[in-house]
């Protein structure tokens, strides 16, 4: 009786360590070929929104092109 108890025990431990290991898994997997591609910026110079990945990044503000990022913020 003890020993199916330590079994079932076993079984139940290996059950949750590889759900934890799934989950923890999953939004690593998920998050920089789906969410991050996909996500829409908005230009600080002419207010477009590309997808992030098509975005320019100077001088912490996000642009919508080399252009927009050498001009700077817009005047809005
Ligand atoms: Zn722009």
Not at 16 to 33: F, K, T
Request: glycine share 6%; net charge positive.
């Amino acid at each position: 009786m003890g020993r199916l108890l330590i079994l079932i025990l076993l079984i139940v431990l290996a059950a949750w360590l590889v759900r934890r290991a799934l989950r923890r898994a999953a939004p690593q997997a998920d998050v920089p070929s789906a969410q991050k591609s996909d996500e829409l910026v908005r230009c600080a110079q002419c207010g477009v929104l590309p997808p992030r990945a098509e975005a320019r990044l100077s001088a912490g503000a996000i642009y919508c092109s080399e252009e927009h990022a050498r001009l700077g913020p817009g005047p809005r």
